[in-house]
């Protein structure tokens, strides 16, 4: 538990000592956004493409190549033409890899719409 605490507080992710000890209001959002990080550089290499982190508010698009597995959750590995992103999984999605799909990333997910053009089912 020590170790922990001390790797955290180096990581400047937590702060103080022994009862004094508290994490920043932001410690998992950032230990997800490294996560995500690093995941996308390993799957550059593997993909051939550059990875382009996804940001909320922004319209993700391409063709949902494969599920990711992270601690901090499920992906879909979402491919254009010159890089990827990765987005939040959802189950339905095992039958649509290698479908064209987009949405917009919120705080709490991504509702998906298979197909290209505005007539395909939204996946939420």
Do not use: C
């Not at 550089?41 to 599920?67: D, H, S, W």
């Not at 987005?87 to 719409?113: E, F, M, Y």
Request: hydrophobic content about 35%; glycine content about 14%.
């Amino acid at each position: 538990m020590v170790a922990r605490r001390q790797w955290l507080i180096e990581q400047q992710l937590a702060s103080g000592e022994g009862r004094q000890f508290k994490l920043r209001s932001d410690a998992l959002e950032e230990l997800g956004r490294r996560e995500m990080r690093d995941a996308g550089t390993r799957l550059a290499q593997q993909v051939g493409k550059r990875f382009e982190p996804a940001e909320i508010g922004e319209r993700v698009e391409g063709v949902i190549g494969r599920r990711v597995d992270l601690e901090s959750g499920s992906y879909a590995l979402v491919e254009r033409a010159r890089d990827f992103s990765l987005a939040p999984w959802r189950d339905v999605l095992d039958r649509n890899i290698g479908k064209a799909a987009s949405g917009i990333l919120r705080g709490d997910g991504i509702t998906w719409q298979i197909g290209k053009g505005r007539s395909g089912p939204l996946i939420g």
